[in-house]
């Protein structure tokens, strides 16, 4: 694997976590304020990319290909 595609891989990684963690704030806030379903589907939805997380990165990254 390249250097640039490493680098680029780990930044899409990171952005995925940084995205994770604002939306997981927003969904404690939502909780707080008594909305338990939506703050139950922001939770499963973020479980469900954290599955797919290499997925998601590679899927990146060929359209990042594709476009340049």
């Given at each position: 694997?390249?250097?640039i595609i490493?680098?680029?891989r780990s930044c899409s990684i990171?952005?995925?976590h940084a995205?994770?963690?604002g939306?997981?704030?927003v969904a404690l806030w939502i909780e707080a304020r008594g909305s338990e379903d939506t703050h139950e589907n922001i939770v499963t939805a973020?479980?469900?990319l954290d599955m797919n997380a290499n997925?998601?990165?590679t899927a990146i990254e060929k359209l990042?290909?594709?476009h340049q």
């Amino acid at each position: 694997m390249s250097l640039i595609i490493h680098f680029s891989r780990s930044c899409s990684i990171f952005n995925q976590h940084a995205i994770a963690a604002g939306l997981e704030e927003v969904a404690l806030w939502i909780e707080a304020r008594g909305s338990e379903d939506t703050h139950e589907n922001i939770v499963t939805a973020l479980e469900r990319l954290d599955m797919n997380a290499n997925a998601v990165t590679t899927a990146i990254e060929k359209l990042r290909q594709n476009h340049q």
